[in-house]
């Protein structure tokens, strides 16, 4: 059991166990201590200056660096405290381009939030005075250092989940956070994960939007739209409207799509059930002939790419399948004509809402180039939303277009780290056995915090042990190619998520950097539809069975093959 | 417990005084990073030369020349101290040998004209000890220095190096160390001042697994140079500072961070090492016994945060050199995650004589808090500028007058910037106060690391606070927004005063920020760059004032506020300065005293250089 201790705070005896900070004690207290460059899931770094609070004895004191200690009496609000906030803030802003009202993250914006809570009207500093370039070389994400404020949290973030491709350059007020050299993003190693975006607290790290390149062809009566969303899209759009966090929205996202004009609304949690039948057979077939094992999965373009352009030597064991985005698109044009009359190969647009950035930089693969049309993250599509004047509240819930909008509880837990993985492992057992599991629930693939990165499960297909392992982050991903490459695996699957927690936890998501409960409650929210749908296998999708019947013929076929697999090259960079 | 080592330190001692013997007559010749600078490697291969034919010495069968140390008396370098004809020889060029070799050397018969003139009474000084400079010191850490071969094990071992680690080995007893420095009161020589015994403690606490000993070489405060002095004169003293160190906290790795831009100190220290090493008082089962302690350096780039000590640890890992707040404290999780003891070099230094003198000894040096000796770098407007050493407590005007022999020139004194960029300035008030780090800290300024800027009536505070302005803001790592913004704008504000442009309320604006960035700044490099600021405003607010109401600088210093004036009685009307004016701002007609139109002039000075009449002036 964990001693239960208290300190005070504002006169206010608190409690505390385990917090890990100060900063988190007080927040207990109802008190929120503003920072920009805190974030619970990375580092503390210290740096801001902004979550400083007075302690007897102690003095002025960064509190998300602070461990908390029995007795402490904590001023959170003293005039000495407002002073170093309000300046801090004067100075940043003093170095900041102040072009609020063009910035994509105005209304979100940390500093613009509290340079209005503090009070900040007038710079007494002497202004920026020359601008930087903006980087928008890269499909996802546009840099542009004229509003970074030097928080870290983006180094931090790359650093610490992912390739570590953002670094601080030069000293002092000459300071720059920037790729390797100064390069531009599309010249680095990035993987469009879009988590350094995920965590900036302004707008120098924002998402690259599409929204009006949709806007052309949705609003466009020559087109014929097709959109397609994510599984977890819809446990985390509702936030930007008001819902908790994990509570399923998708029966309204349909309606909103409508209402925005898009012509027909399909699920691309029909084609994660559809990339597991592929993936399955891929895994049975590895399995059968000992070939390319462990099998990577490859629904993670962020991940994709980090192999393509490290370990290009170990491309032979991702798996050929596309990712669910990358199966519907093809499957849409190619089919949607049959069902629905004045659509043609040529003039459906296929647009897809997706939590990711990486996305955006996966239909720009020569391989898949032409399938998706646009991609938008759940924060543009809400944008969309709110700039159609739709109120998300007293939408009527609506069905998804038929024949690939039925999906099961195995296609919506995808969403996050371990979904595939246990997906797929239920459709294996039945693809190896002819029967299904007795059990489908295979939780030691569950949890999306930082303790649960890389985990492990064992299956008995009748006998042969399978094991999986489902990592997070591409730094646990490195471990673990590590090992198959020492040969050091001892497990015949690796499920890769680059984003921490999964797809619900990707770079295109509602902020949620600020609270590290909100991924597990989206997690919970997709595991929650898991077990409510009456479906839960994926080979059990009546739509999946007739795709097949009617078109495809069985996984792994001629057909399947053309519209459904890929192929991967190396994209080893020259640094 | 006693423990018997194999080594025993009496008998090295023995061969070591045999070796000094055999060396004859033994003549110092600094090579300290001045003196080099100064030609002192051509002295010293000068006398090798003279002195390879031994038979035309009388007195001596032999003579060695021995590359020292810094005497500290750059000032005045090359200097050649003959330590058995009692001499010192200053400003000695590759030319003078030959004389001194010829007239001293073999006839007894010193050189009058290379010997110390005192300021004061005109008088040549002969004996070491009688120049004022060094009379008045008291040298611990310094004590080697100057005396012997910083390059040679056995000479260190004949001023008793490595006698106290011995000591302390076979006594085995890792608690009455760490005593003995609480006792002794040493604190930190690098600026803080933090008790060393504690800071020994806190360290020995987590003793058990792998701990390290740090010590900080990255001296960058301008025109600092006590540690180096240390690195370059006295290497074996540091390391035996740091092996006695790791004993008593339990580490058996230690590093120095030294600067890339020393690249003496790195040879004399990795020469140490190596020598060290091979007579087993560094490595495994040091002198017989069981501890071990081995010493890496690693070459800092030169970056002024990384010394601070977080921002040292953080450089050492391979990481940006971006200080780490505190707690946790390095004690506790320092290098490579490890609980880490980091002592500043001077700090280390001291350690040795503590151990073999004792910590009574060392107490009675200094004053009631502040124990021992502190090194200093005398520097600016004084008549002897060097490296010295005096008891805690001294007075500035003994350093100034007595030591630094005055102000040069006869000026009169205004201020001495102690402590570097993080310190402040001090006034003629603060002539008798003591240097000791509580009476300093009371008084607006710190002893930082040692750094002592004296400054004469002719310079201008506020350009003063601007140059280390202008040095924290480079220097400043960038992570925290107090400090890089802080240094930035607060650089602004005094570039915009000293170009005469200031306003009123930028006063006000500065001291408020100056307080900010002290009170809100992650390490201590912010939280002390606003003192030079603080202290002049402080103690030279009149002098801001002039500048921004009357647009003045009192010192006549700050080019902004000079008027560029012509001299009617003087000018001839050539019409040279017209011609040479690049912004037309001179009228007059030929043989007719000339005029400079103030509204055009840009102040660059040219027509100054040009008129052959003298008859241009700033006023």
């Given at each position: 059991m964990t001693d239960i201790k208290t300190l005070f705070v504002d006169g206010k005896e608190v409690e505390f166990t385990d917090e890990p900070n100060l900063l988190e004690v007080i927040k207990k207290a109802g008190i929120t201590i503003p920072t920009f460059c805190y974030r619970p899931d990375l580092t503390t770094f210290g740096a801001c200056r902004m979550c400083v609070v007075e302690i007897d004895g102690r003095g002025i004191q960064s509190s998300c660096t602070m461990p908390p200690e029995a007795g402490l009496k904590i001023h959170t609000n003293t005039q000495r405290v407002r002073r170093i906030r309000k300046t801090v803030l004067e100075l940043l802003l003093a170095n900041h381009d102040r072009n609020c009202l063009t910035c994509d993250k105005s209304g979100n914006c940390e500093l613009q939030k509290y340079s209005e809570e503090y009070g900040i009207t007038k710079i007494r500093y002497k202004n920026k005075e020359e601008l930087l370039p903006v980087d928008e070389s890269s499909p996802s994400i546009v840099r542009d250092s004229n509003k970074c404020i030097l928080c870290g949290a983006c180094v931090r973030a790359c650093a610490e989940y992912q390739h570590s491709v953002l670094g601080f350059a030069n000293r002092g007020s000459k300071t720059l956070v920037q790729p390797m050299k100064g390069k531009p993003l599309a010249d680095v190693e990035c993987v469009n994960c879009g988590q350094c975006a995920a965590v900036c607290p302004t707008g120098a790290l924002t998402i690259k939007s599409d929204i009006e390149r949709v806007y052309d062809v949705v609003l466009n009566p020559e087109y014929k739209t097709v959109l397609q969303i994510a599984p977890s899209v819809r446990v985390a759009l509702g936030e930007v409207f008001g819902l908790d966090a994990g509570e399923n929205s998708i029966k309204k996202i349909y309606a909103a799509a409508r209402k925005i004009g898009f012509d027909l609304v399909f699920d691309t949690n029909f084609s994660a059930d559809l990339t597991i039948m592929e993936e399955a057979n891929e895994f049975v077939e590895r399995l059968t002939k000992g070939e390319n094992l462990p099998i990577f999965t490859s629904c993670c373009p962020a991940w994709v790419k980090y192999l393509e352009m490290t370990h290009p030597d170990m491309l032979n064991h991702l798996s050929s399948a596309k990712s669910p985005q990358g199966m519907l698109s093809p499957v849409i044009k190619e089919f949607a004509p049959k069902y629905y009359e004045g659509f043609t190969k040529e003039n459906i647009k296929v647009i897809s809402i997706m939590p990711c950035t990486a996305k955006k930089y996966e239909i720009t693969r020569e391989q898949l180039k032409g399938e998706t049309d646009f991609v938008l993250t759940t924060s543009e599509f809400a944008k969309m939303i709110k700039s159609s004047g739709i109120d998300f509240s007293v939408l009527k819930e609506e069905e998804a277009n038929s024949p690939f909008g039925g999906y099961t509880g195995g296609g919506t837990i995808f969403g996050a780290s371990g979904g595939v993985a246990e997906a797929a492992v239920r459709t294996a057992y039945n693809m190896v056995t002819g029967e299904d599991l007795k059990d489908v629930n295979i939780t030691p693939l569950r949890g999306v915090d930082a303790s649960s990165r890389s985990k492990e499960a064992v299956i008995d297909i009748k006998g042969t042990k399978v094991k999986i392992r489902v990592v997070s982050t591409l730094i646990e991903a490195e471990k673990a190619v590590r090992e198959v490459k020492e040969g050091k695996a001892d497990f015949q699957m690796l499920e890769v998520m680059a984003c921490p927690g999964g797809c619900i936890n990707g770079?295109?998501?509602?902020?949620?950097?600020?609270?590290?409960?909100i991924k597990e409650e989206r997690a919970q929210g997709l595991y929650k539809e898991d077990e409510e749908l009456p479906i839960r296998l994926c080979h059990k999708n009546p739509d999946i069975i007739r795709i097949y019947k009617d078109h495809l013929e069985k996984p792994g076929s001629h057909l399947a093959h053309k519209l459904l697999h890929t192929t991967y090259s190396s994209k080893k960079k020259s640094l | 417990m006693i423990t018997k080592l194999k080594t025993d330190i009496k008998e090295e001692q023995k061969l070591a005084q045999e070796h000094i013997k055999k060396q004859g007559l033994r003549v110092l010749v600094c090579a300290g990073t001045g003196c080099v600078a100064n030609g002192s490697l051509k002295v010293i291969e000068k006398f090798k030369e003279l002195g390879a034919d031994v038979s035309t010495l009388t007195d001596y069968d032999k003579m060695t020349i021995v590359p020292t140390g810094c005497h500290g008396f750059c000032e005045q370098g090359v200097l050649v101290i003959i330590p058995e004809k009692h001499v010192t020889y200053v400003k000695v060029k590759e030319a003078d040998v030959e004389e001194i070799y010829n007239s001293h050397i073999k006839n007894n018969k010193p050189v009058e004209r290379l010997l110390y003139t005192d300021?004061?009474?005109?008088e040549r000084i002969l004996k070491n000890e009688e120049i004022n400079f060094y009379a008045k010191q008291t040298r611990t850490a310094l004590a080697n220095c100057g005396k012997i071969n910083a390059e040679s094990i056995e000479e260190a071992i004949s001023v008793r190096g490595y006698e106290a680690l011995s000591n302390i080995l076979i006594e085995n007893n890792p608690e009455s160390v760490i005593e003995q420095i609480e006792k002794s009161g040493l604190r930190g020589r690098g600026g803080g001042g933090f008790p060393t015994g504690r800071k020994w403690r806190f360290t020995a606490a987590n003793r058990g697994g792998k701990s390290y000993v740090v010590c900080n070489g990255d001296e960058g405060d301008p025109g600092a140079f006590m540690d180096r002095s240390v690195m370059e004169g006295d290497p074996h003293k540091l390391l035996e500072g740091m092996a006695i160190a790791a004993f008593a906290v339990g580490a058996d790795e230690g590093y120095i961070y030294v600067r890339a831009e020393y690249p003496l100190a790195i040879k004399r220290l990795r020469k140490a090492i190596k020598d060290a090493e091979e007579k087993n008082f560094l490595g495994k089962n040091i002198m017989g016994s069981d501890f071990s302690f081995t010493i890496h350096i690693k070459e800092g780039?030169?970056?002024?945060?990384?010394?601070e000590e977080t921002a040292l640890i953080a450089s050492i890992e391979g990481e940006r050199g971006m200080p780490r707040p505190k707690p946790p404290f390095p004690a506790n999780k320092g290098l490579f995650g490890r609980p880490t003891l980091i002592n500043n070099v001077e700090t280390l230094a001291n350690v040795p004589v503590i151990m073999l003198k004792g910590a009574d000894w060392f107490s009675k040096m200094g004053t009631e808090t502040s124990k021992g000796t502190k090194t200093f770098a005398l520097t600016g407007e004084v008549n002897n500028t060097g490296l010295i050493e005096v008891p805690m407590g001294t007075t500035l005007r003994e350093i100034i007058f007595d030591i630094g022999g005055g102000i040069r020139g006869g000026k009169k004194f205004k201020a001495v910037q102690i402590g570097g960029p993080s310190g402040g300035c001090l006034t003629e008030e603060h002539l008798?106060?003591?240097?000791d780090y509580d009476s300093l800290l009371k008084a607006g300024a710190m002893v930082g690391s040692g750094g002592l800027v004296v400054m004469a009536e002719d310079t201008c505070m506020i350009e003063v606070a601007r140059f280390f302005m202008n040095f924290t803001k480079n220097e400043s790592c960038g992570k925290c927004v107090p400090c890089r913004e802080g240094t930035k704008n607060m650089l602004a504000i005094l570039e915009k005063i000293v170009a005469g442009k200031g306003e009123m309320q930028d006063l006000e604006l500065l001291e408020e920020l100056a307080k900010i960035v002290k009170d809100g700044s992650l390490c201590g490099l912010g939280k002390t760059a606003p003192n030079p600021v603080l202290s002049t405003l402080k103690y030279f607010k009149d002098e801001y004032i002039a500048h921004i109401k009357?647009?003045?600088?009192p010192a006549g210093v700050c080019t902004a506020m000079k008027t560029v004036m012509i001299d009617e009685n003087k000018c001839k009307g050539c019409t040279k300065c017209a011609r040479t004016c690049p912004v037309g701002a001179i009228d007059g007609v030929v043989k007719q005293p000339h005029k400079i139109n103030q509204d055009k002039c840009i102040k660059c000075e040219a027509c100054l250089n040009s008129c052959p009449f003298k008859a241009i002036g700033l006023k």
């Open positions: 770079g295109g998501q509602p902020i949620s950097c600020y609270d590290s409960k | 300021p004061k009474s005109g780039a030169g970056a002024f945060v990384c010394g008798d106060l003591p240097m009357d647009k003045k600088c």
